[in-house]
């Protein structure tokens, strides 16, 4: 048994390069959406023990609605792909390619075992560049397939070392395969069928039987005549060896699916649900089919489901001479290989079991399975096929005639091979790509067409996406998933009522609930979303929210574990104002699934408004526990904290928010709170940086202007708030408090009596109950000394708020100092104006942050207002003024004078805080 050379190794190498490079441009595509992007046991803050307790697409093995395929291994290694490129595709592609590299130059070494050095060669040049491969290598969950061949070619090399030079049993070899072969298993579920390859290999290549004198033994055996040769003990020795360790392995397997079966439904696979006799004759019909992909790769498809195949409902059907010819041929080879003895048959009889042996688990000969054809499981089948070809090639090259002839027909394979994969891989470049190339094969699958029209939605093309789901509804008119794609499209274009029209339809197609029997064993799960889709699309009229909600309880009765139902009605509890019952809803939800973070930061919305933040917050904590990276926990348990205002909370508070900035750095809200607490903080350098930013990365947003503005007027930095209010007023000409900041600056700082004058009758203009701006604008009045106008102005304002003893103080002052002047008989200064000077007056503007933007949204729906509230310092104006009646000159003198020392010690700041 000849080595690999280095360079046979790095001439398979290079070819599968030349094959695949351009799959390294390609994206992740069909089922690499669910095993990649969507798959959480990827993710770094997934325990590693996930893996184990999770299927290949990360769903739990306890649920119902797993798929059941159980491949630790191959998920770890996808693990590790994101662990060092995150999402970039290149690298799954990049490792893909080198690991069927990999597996080409261990086929050359088995092959090495029955043929010679150049039909070896041939065999793993003609593996390497088979179009049929292209699934397995160029799609990123073929990686399954990929490390389950190496361990499967692996075990059969290390069992092939068992045999000692004098027929005895070398048992390191047979351990090192038990253990390689339960690493295939843990790749993929046909790794498993290398013991069956095994046990061929020693009884009729290592031993050297034939099917004749293993009859002879037999019949001797039954005769009493002879007892049973000391090599055949030592062959059946270690083939119960190999069959009690895969015995031990089903159990396991069996262990970990918890004794169930996967369900699926008659689209993905309609001969399993069909009746006898079109079942067989139609399961009969598929091996030939996939032996012609193998043969004839000119017409590969992505998805065989649904229509794909029409079912073989009859014996006179033309189809069944192909299964006839495919069973002869087959049958042919095996008497052959069993009954001859010789190198030959023991070529053909390894390569009939490596075609037909890990072909079997995708058979539905014993299990129904999810696909009625499926190009990648025919990697390892595709093996044997290589061999029959190149063991039939070095025939015909033996013969004078047909030499020339031979070479050329295989230049023709290699290089017609080889430019098929070569563009077949392009095929795999995007969904839409893909899939339009599976409706140029089959134009009968709905499943492709509804899934063009996902790739052309995903890009916002719902027109052309619409068209593609009818003409998927036209092909399969019972597909509840097209029904629903159809609505959903519908929806999108704001076509309310023809998307409820759609769902109406699909829900039509429901099956009704049998009592007794599960609901899931008849319709897929994912169906069940009729229901919520419906009711999300009804719930958006306010009348109809009962409605909405019967379906969600419907849903729930059909299915009491459908986890979607508890979180959308608790959704929908919300908006109607019942958040006990929301409460309850997301209870149930997180008994069913309580390592979900957003069921944990709905659950705190939902704590939020029955007003109780301490618990809203341990819910936030537990959701960012699980999911230390979950932006919507980070941000609104950081803005609970600071809403708290425990100072204590606020270093905490300030880490959530960086930690928010960095998962989301395009957010202007983030560095918007973390201004906000840094005012709080009295750290007005920090505060004004952050406030810049949100600016900067959001111009015209409101409250960092505004707070910005009123951070400088705060820290003595008045004239340069004005051009930030500017701005401000640019974007909302009506701002009320940024209004009322720039006409304090205007008239305390600027004294620009007019400019402030506009700035309050503005406010007064917009919202004449605002009693803030009517104060001040009193005030403008006192200091243009008209004080009748200023008089009448305080009187309305106090009719708007007779509970402010400021304006009552302030009303009290302005008719004491009319009093005052009549008495003085200054009657005349009353009308041209006649208000006392500068330093007997004082108007004070002051306002506190506006609000804060404050996220709330949950997914997949908003749950909590996303206006936050603050405090806000509303600014009042006192003019304390002390008058005395009408006295002599001497005693109006000195009266004036106790009363410019008596004004000086009543002026004072008065703050109200005022919750809005």
Request: hydrophobic share 45%; charged share 20%; glycine share 4%.
């Amino acid at each position: 048994m000849a080595e690999v050379s280095w360079k046979e190794a790095a001439l398979l190498a290079a070819v599968v390069l030349a094959c695949y490079w351009n799959g390294l441009f390609c994206g992740f595509v069909f089922d690499d959406v669910s095993a990649i992007l969507d798959n959480k046991d990827l993710r770094p803050t997934t325990p590693l023990k996930n893996l184990f307790l999770n299927d290949f697409w990360g769903t739990p093995m306890s649920e119902e609605r797993s798929h059941k395929s159980y491949r630790p291994l191959t998920v770890l290694t996808f693990r590790l792909n994101y662990l060092f490129s995150e999402l970039r595709s290149a690298s799954y592609h990049g490792l893909n390619i080198v690991l069927h590299a990999v597996v080409c130059v261990l086929f050359l070494r088995v092959c090495r075992i029955f043929l010679d050095s150049r039909s070896s060669l041939v065999a793993s040049l003609l593996f390497a560049v088979h179009p049929v491969h292209v699934e397995a290598v160029t799609g990123v969950v073929g990686r399954a397939e990929l490390l389950s061949s190496i361990f499967f070619l692996a075990a059969f090399l290390s069992y092939t070392k068992s045999k000692g030079l004098d027929n005895s049993i070398v048992w390191s070899p047979i351990a090192a395969t038990v253990l390689l072969v339960a690493a295939a298993t843990l790749c993929k579920e046909q790794g498993i069928t290398v013991v069956g390859i095994c046990c061929v290999y020693e009884v009729f290549v290592a031993q050297g039987y034939t099917l004749p004198l293993l009859w002879d033994i037999a019949v001797q055996l039954v005769c009493g005549k002879d007892s049973l040769p000391y090599s055949l003990l030592q062959t059946l020795l270690k083939l119960i060896v190999l069959m009690f360790s895969t015995l031990l392995l089903v159990v396991i397997r069996v262990q970990v699916i918890q004794s169930q079966l996967p369900v699926f439904t008659r689209f993905d696979n309609p001969a399993a649900v069909s009746p006898t006799p079109a079942r067989q004759l139609t399961f009969s019909y598929l091996l030939p089919v996939n032996s012609w992909l193998l043969l004839n790769p000119s017409e590969l498809c992505c998805d065989w489901t649904m229509g794909t195949i029409p079912l073989v409902e009859s014996l006179l059907d033309v189809r069944n001479l192909a299964t006839l010819a495919f069973f002869c041929f087959l049958g042919l080879l095996t008497h052959y290989s069993l009954r001859f003895p010789g190198d030959s048959s023991k070529t053909i009889i390894m390569a009939l079991s490596l075609i037909v042996l890990p072909f079997i688990p995708a058979s539905n000969l014993f299990f129904p399975v999810g696909f009625v054809v499926a190009e990648r499981v025919l990697y390892v089948p595709s093996m044997g096929f290589s061999i029959l070809v190149a063991h039939g090639w070095k025939r015909l090259s033996g013969t004078s005639c047909l030499k020339k002839l031979s070479w050329i027909c295989l230049a023709f394979v290699f290089l017609s091979h080889a430019i098929k994969t070569v563009h077949r891989n392009w095929d795999w470049q995007s969904e839409y790509t893909l899939f339009m190339s599976a409706l140029k094969v089959n134009r009968n699958n709905a499943k492709l067409w509804n899934n063009v029209g996902h790739a052309l939605e995903n890009e916002q093309k719902y027109e052309q996406a619409l068209s593609y789901f009818i003409q998927a509804t036209k092909v399969q008119p019972d597909d509840i998933g097209a029904h629903m794609n159809v609505g959903r499209t519908y929806k999108n274009l704001n076509k309310t009522k023809d998307a409820e029209d759609a769902y109406l339809i699909a829900k039509s197609l429901m099956p009704q609930v049998i009592p007794g029997k599960k609901y899931a064993a008849r319709v897929a799960p994912s169906h069940l979303n009729v229901y919520i889709n419906l009711a999300n699309l009804i719930r958006a009229n306010e009348s109809r929210l009962e409605e909405a909600d019967h379906l969600y309880r419907q849903a729930i009765s059909m299915r009491p574990d459908f986890k979607q139902a508890y979180i959308s009605r608790g959704e929908l509890l919300l908006k109607m104002n019942r958040p006990t019952e929301a409460k309850e809803a997301y209870l149930k939800a997180l008994e069913l699934d309580n390592t979900n973070a957003d069921l944990w930061y709905n659950l705190a919305i939902v704590y939020i408004e029955l007003r109780q933040p301490n618990e809203a917050l341990k819910n936030f904590n537990q959701a960012l526990q699980l999911n230390p990276k979950h932006k919507l926990g980070l941000f609104n348990s950081a803005l609970l904290m600071q809403e708290s205002g425990d100072p204590r909370a606020r270093p905490e508070a300030r880490k959530r928010f960086l930690s928010y900035i960095e998962e989301d750095p395009g957010d202007a809200n983030g560095y918007f709170n973390l201004g906000m607490l840094a005012m709080d903080e009295k750290k007005d350098a920090d505060a004004e940086s952050w406030m810049k930013k949100a600016i900067k990365l959001q111009p015209g947003f409101r409250s960092a202007l505004f707070n910005l503005a009123l951070l400088y007027s705060q820290t003595g930095r008045e004239l340069e708030a004005l051009p930030v209010l500017e701005e401000l007023l640019r974007y909302y000409p009506d701002h009320s408090k940024g209004l009322i900041l720039k006409g304090d600056i205007l008239m305390n700082q600027m004294k620009d009596i007019k400019g402030a004058k506009k700035c309050f009758e503005r406010i007064v203009e917009i919202d004449p109950t605002n009693v803030q701006g009517k104060h001040n604008l009193c005030v403008v009045y006192f200091e243009e000394k008209d004080l009748l106008k200023a008089e009448k102005c305080l009187v309305d304002t106090l009719a708007m708020a007779p509970e402010e003893e400021y304006i009552h103080r302030h009303l009290s002052i302005v008719q004491s100092k009319i009093v005052a002047l009549n008495a003085a008989g200054q009657k005349g200064l009353l009308e041209n104006g006649g208000g006392g000077s500068a330093e007997e007056k004082k108007t004070l503007f002051e306002n506190q942050p506006e609000q804060k933007n404050g996220k709330r949204s949950s997914q997949p729906t908003n749950m909590y207002n996303d206006q936050q509230l603050k405090n806000e310092k509303q600014t009042e104006t006192k003019n304390l003024d002390k008058q005395s009646k009408k006295k002599s000159a001497k005693e109006i003198k000195d009266i004036e004078k106790k009363r410019a020392a008596a004004l000086k010690r009543l002026e004072e700041i008065e703050r109200i805080l005022n919750v809005e």
